[in-house]
């Protein structure tokens, strides 16, 4: 059960009126965001599902969310877990824009500590710098409405949500 107001439409959801399959090559040195963000920008892609395919980053942190235990809100994320050196196994990232009217990339994977431990969570896109080679991203752009960050009040946490028609191009 949700803590704020009942929505009978689950899932919010808007067809892509065109799109565009780009391969990108996140390179070391790099934060995950700005490997995905800048190159995106320069192609006109404000709005995006990717696929990261794995790779090893040299320094990645995550947390989870689990339920919120005040129950004020339907998850409370942990404080940032750095994994070190770490190898993302996969991950999935959507790119929308945030409350502040910047880019926003939510991030997903699943990763291989040094250790050997598998872990998984919501990525740290900014502070997670890819290591010496290049990963491979696939991008599929959401062109004809946008993705925005908004409060959502069943789940009293801001989500990404299409919005409206935008122009892309």
Do not use: W
Request: aromatic content about 6%.
């Amino acid at each position: 059960m949700h803590p704020g107001q009942f929505n009978p439409v689950r899932i919010q959801s808007m067809s892509a009126t065109a799109s565009r399959h780009i391969r990108l090559s996140l390179l070391p040195g790099q934060s995950l965001y700005e490997g995905l963000v800048r190159p995106l920008a320069e192609a006109g892609v404000r709005n995006a599902s990717m696929t990261i395919l794995g790779g090893l980053f040299e320094t990645l942190d995550y947390c989870v969310a689990p339920p919120d235990p005040s129950g004020q809100a339907v998850i409370a994320y942990t404080r940032p877990i750095h994994a070190g050196r770490a190898y993302m196994i996969f991950g999935n990232a959507t790119l929308g824009k945030s409350m502040k009217n910047t880019p926003l990339v939510h991030c997903h994977a699943v990763l291989r500590t040094e250790r050997g431990d598998i872990r998984g969570g919501h990525i740290l896109t900014e502070s997670c710098i890819v290591g010496s080679a290049p990963i491979s991203a696939l991008v599929t752009s959401l062109d004809g409405f946008e993705l925005r960050q908004a409060y959502d009040p069943e789940t009293n946490i801001p989500l990404l949500q299409p919005h409206g028609v935008c122009d892309e191009h």
